[in-house]
Nanobody, 129 residues
Framework: QVQLVESGGGLVQAGASLRLSCAAS????????MGWFRQAPGKEREFVAA????????RYADSVKGRFTVSRDNAKKMVYLQMNSLTPEDTAVYSC??????????????????????WGQGTQVTVSS
């Protein structure tokens, strides 16, 4: 069982930056695939970024590529989402997610909601224009 707790959300103006954090419990965090997703009001949950444990690979949605960076600190069992040049379209509840232990996935699979078994409660990010 993995528990995930996000933090770092808030209200910012367009062009600002935020760093979201996700603290994970459980053993062997090193071999979990971790994802960030977001859900805006009235919209479906969408993929944002992923950190794949094999090979240290990352994957980003096209809408955030070049602005957002996902990173992880395995010793601290933390995953981060650095968000720069925020726009009002980035307004959403951001959630981190963890896959099952030791699972090998492709970058395409890392983008799928159904890939992940464990989810945090989310943190609100609001970007004003």
């Amino acid at each position: 069982q993995v528990q995930l707790v996000e933090s770092g959300g808030g209200l910012v103006q367009a062009g600002a930056s935020l760093r979201l954090s996700c603290a994970a419990s459980g053993r062997s965090f090193t071999t979990y695939n971790m994802g960030w997703f977001r859900q805006a009001p009235g919209k479906e949950r969408e993929f944002v970024a992923a950190s794949i444990w094999t090979g240290g690979r990352t994957r980003y949605a096209d809408s955030v590529k070049g602005r957002f960076t996902v990173s992880r600190d395995n010793a601290k069992k933390m995953v981060y989402l650095q968000m720069n040049s925020l726009t009002p379209e980035d307004t959403a509840v951001y959630s981190c997610a963890a896959d099952a232990l030791n699972r090998y996935i492709t970058p395409d699979q890392a983008m799928g909601v159904t890939t992940y078994r464990y989810w945090g409660q989310g943190t609100q990010v609001t970007v004003s224009s």
